[in-house]
């Protein structure tokens, strides 16, 4: 079931959907639901019409305070698709900055339990930015569709209670060879890391102090459950 939520769309490289995994109490995402991918700017005229054809209608740009990064930049062909921008990351943060970005493992999950503890609010804002999303499918993505839509995907499925295994399995379905390299120095793994952050994690309450309601995440787990 894992692989076929790979969907091929001319142009981005890693795009998949969030439906079919399972649950600890039994459930199973919603398919055409909730997506994630790289940059849709690199989409050809073939896969924005891929997109469209899936049902997306949302596209939440997740940036980086601070950084321009023109990667992100587009505009739809379809003019009924809603385009969110939210910055889930401060560069403007010299401490981050230096501890992550100088070091070249903001390239790996090792800054995620760094970055949760800094930003809950922009973080909760891209998960209310999916709670505020008119019907149809929801796009997010960042430039790789990995890390800062690593982080945002981990933070949804762990609050639809997805089993940590398969938020695991989600994560590895975005290959880096570069990044396994650098985890392999600091004597760790995707699995290891990932796993590490949901055992510390209450997504609930962690969104909750980010500024969301019960009702938000009512909403947002109606989004993924149905």
């Not at 076929?4 to 919603?30: A, E, I």
């Not at 401490?95 to 493992?105: D, K, N, T």
């Not at 505020?132 to 945002?152: K, N, Q, S, V």
């Not at 590490?196 to 787990?221: F, M």
Request: hydrophobic fraction near 40%; proline fraction near 4%; glycine fraction near 8%.
């Amino acid at each position: 079931m894992m692989n076929n939520r790979v969907l091929l769309w001319d142009g981005c490289t890693n795009v998949r959907d969030l439906g079919g995994l399972s649950t600890c109490d039994g459930r199973t995402t919603l398919w055409k639901a909730i997506v994630r991918s790289d940059s849709p700017a690199r989409l050809t005229d073939v896969g924005w019409a891929a997109l469209y054809a899936y049902g997306i209608r949302t596209i939440i740009t997740l940036r980086t305070h601070g950084m321009l990064e023109n990667e992100l930049n587009f505009t739809p062909r379809y003019p009924d698709i809603t385009t969110l921008q939210v910055a889930i990351e401060d560069i403007t943060d010299t401490e981050f900055l230096h501890q992550w970005a100088a070091s070249g493992l903001w390239s790996t999950p090792l800054y995620y339990q760094d970055a949760l503890r800094r930003w809950p609010e922009r973080h909760a804002a891209a998960v209310s930015a999916i709670v505020r999303a008119g019907p149809g499918g929801i796009l997010f993505h960042c430039i790789r569709g990995t890390d800062r839509t690593g982080l945002i995907a981990l933070l949804l499925l762990a609050l639809a209670g997805v089993d940590p295994g398969e938020i695991v399995s989600d994560y590895e379905l975005s290959p880096d060879p570069e990044r396994d390299e650098l985890l392999a120095r600091q004597h760790s793994s995707v699995r290891e890391v990932i796993l590490g952050v949901l055992t510390g994690l209450d997504a609930v309450s962690y969104l909750r102090q980010g500024g969301l309601s019960q009702e938000d995440l009512a909403a947002v787990r109606k989004r993924l459950l149905g």
